[in-house]
């Protein structure tokens, strides 16, 4: 289960770095938060709480188009179940 939701995850993640109408620094970001994710160096915990607190970040950024917003928060709603 949690596997299953790290690779949806990591899709969305994905998703969000290929498209280009969303601005290069959250792209950027978007590969950043996926590398943290799949890291063992750390427990899961610290990473998925990592991970949201720099999604929420990416979200926050006035440039991101508003289905960029919409997909980190349902990213951010995923990783959720993980908390």
Do not use: F, Y
Request: proline fraction near 5%; charge should be negative.
């Amino acid at each position: 289960m949690t596997n299953e939701i790290i690779e949806q995850v990591c899709d969305g993640l994905d998703m969000l770095n290929e498209d280009t109408s969303v601005p290069r620094n959250i792209r950027r970001g978007a590969e950043q938060v996926k590398t943290l994710l799949l890291s063992d160096s750390d427990p899961l915990d610290v990473r998925v709480a990592t991970a949201t607190s720099r999604l929420d970040e990416l979200a926050n950024d006035p440039n991101i188009p508003l289905h960029g917003r919409t997909l980190i928060w349902n990213i951010m709603s995923r990783l959720e179940e993980l908390a």
